[in-house]
């Protein structure tokens, strides 16, 4: 494939990550003012945020931190440390914990689902504590789990000190950091993310229902989580789908629990009324075809490390030129996975994202014979170029 031709079929066909603010946007209101404290509007599949204020001001998360609790936990039950099923003892230091709870009894025995359905559901900081006690021994050890995830998930504006999200002054995070975890929950593990969208949980006798008013209000919506403390004023975060959009509002300090549940509905619909979002190829897709020498075979597939997705304005893909470039004289062995070109994408001769090309399979040196005739026709390649 020329270039030419791949910049024809990229322009069509290919997204990239881009900021909206990249583009000279016609008829687009500005997005609403809301009464919180900070917020963030992020789409799930590309991880662009079209919509903050105040998005990395560190603040206390309340019962939002037991999206990092929950989601610990379901990575331990993915990497086999804990099983489902598993018993979990509930300690005193569990049971008497204070505020909202799944009413586990001291010395009883809860499975790690049940544990886990209390804490997304009914909030429960008793389960929350049972079930850090059962992952790490103690809250302290789950407090440096869980900074060590907020490190893996560069969650730059977050710091952890309990499973449940009481107030201490050195627990906090942000609205762009719940939305990166939000967003880690919902790829990784769509089996557990189901439970985030179940409006009851029924447990020792008592029923409680879910907080997420969105749940009852909005059909599209599907989970995650609210918070709330004197300190945090009333928190949320919220995800929903609609025509294969999915995206994440986020809001913190808002004045009640209706005000968040409007305050977020408010990001939800700006989000899907002026933006789209579309995936045209996954990674690892071929693109082009690049020429190798001195190489065990003379091409090498060219493609992306990376999904190619885009989140922009509705009506400017069709504004979007895209070009391709391959680095001079490939020369084997290439490893899969090196980087062999560059694709950048132009609105008005305006570069707005480049994304590297890197090989798709490995190229081992060619023969002494290959090696040697190469090395000659690229001595006259260079005498004439």
């Known amino acids: 494939m020329n270039i030419t031709t791949f910049a024809k079929r990229l322009c069509l066909l290919v997204p990239l990550l881009l900021s909206p603010t990249a583009f000279a946007v016609e008829m687009m209101p500005a997005p609403p003012q809301l009464a919180a404290k900070s917020f963030v509007l992020m789409d799930a599949s590309s991880g662009e945020v079209l919509v903050e204020n105040n998005g990395d001001q560190r603040l206390p998360p309340a019962s939002l931190t037991k999206l990092m609790t929950a989601y610990i936990a379901t990575l331990e039950i993915r990497r086999g440390q804990i099983g489902e099923n598993d018993p979990v003892t509930v300690s005193e230091n569990a049971w008497r914990t204070g505020g909202s709870r799944m009413f586990i009894k001291v010395g009883s025995q809860v499975t790690v689902s ?3 359905h209390g804490i997304i559901i009914q909030s429960g900081n008793d389960a929350s504590v049972a079930l850090a006690e059962h992952i790490a021994g103690s809250e302290d050890a789950f407090a440096d789990m869980m900074n060590k995830t907020v490190a893996d998930l560069r969650m730059t504006n977050s710091h952890f000190m ?3 999200g009481l107030p201490n002054p050195e627990h906090y995070s942000s609205a762009h950091d719940m939305a990166l975890l939000a967003r880690a929950i919902i790829h990784e593990d769509p089996a557990h993310y189901a439970i985030y969208s179940q409006k009851e949980f029924f ?3 008592i029923k409680q229902p879910n907080r997420n008013l969105l749940l009852w ?3 599209t919506v599907d989970g995650l989580k609210t918070g709330h403390t004197d300190e945090a004023g009333y928190c949320m975060v919220s995800s929903a789908v609609r025509d294969g959009m999915r995206l994440i509002a986020v809001v913190f300090g808002t004045s009640s629990e209706v005000a968040r549940a409007a305050e977020t509905q408010k990001l939800l619909t700006y989000g899907f009324r002026f933006f789209e979002t579309q995936t045209f190829y996954q990674k690892g897709t071929e693109l082009a075809q690049a020429q190798v020498w001195k ?6 597939k060219a493609g992306l490390a990376q999904d ?3 989140t922009l304005p509705k009506g400017q893909l069709k504004k979007l ?8 004289q490939l020369t084997a062995p290439i490893a899969k996975g090196d980087v062999i070109g560059k694709v950048e994408v132009k609105l008005d001769d305006k570069v707005v994202h480049s994304a590297d090309l890197i090989a798709l399979d490995a190229v081992e040196e060619g023969g002494i014979f290959r090696r040697i005739w190469d090395s000659i026709r690229l001595f006259f390649y260079g005498l004439f170029n």
């Open 308 to 310: 190619l997705t885009m």
């Open 203 to 205: 447990w020792n006798g």
């Open 321 to 328: 030129a895209a070009s391709m470039t391959m680095n001079p």
């Open 295 to 300: 190489g065990s075979t003379n091409q090498v």
């Open 217 to 219: 209000r909005d059909k």
């Open 114 to 116: 049940d544990l886990l």
């Open 162 to 164: 309990n499973p449940t």
